[in-house]
């Protein structure tokens, strides 16, 4: 993959924090994941405003809903996790 060198600016105790986190993969590494992640996430903003216009907003049940199934999914990945001889305790 093809790259480019910039300057950014970013204060100081922000880029020292960073730098501790990054140490292992490097700090260009870091920040590339993280504009990454910052692109992904607004384009889902964006994703989330064009169907809130097309359906309308997302109403309380629907959002306690789809925390309910992601609570779920979580205990699933615990038992899972914890293996074949713990999975009876999870439940």
Request: hydrophobic share 40%.
């Amino acid at each position: 993959m093809a790259t480019k060198k910039v300057t950014v600016t970013i204060p100081e105790d922000l880029l020292e924090e960073i730098r501790g986190e990054a140490s292992e993969r490097g700090l260009s590494a870091y920040v590339a994941e993280a504009l990454r992640f910052k692109r992904d996430r607004d384009r889902l903003v964006e994703l989330v405003d064009w169907l809130e216009e097309e359906h309308g907003p997302v109403t309380a049940s629907e959002i306690a809903a789809a925390r309910d199934e992601l609570d779920d999914l979580d205990a699933e990945h615990a038992r899972r996790a914890a293996g074949p001889d713990r999975a009876g305790e999870a439940a």
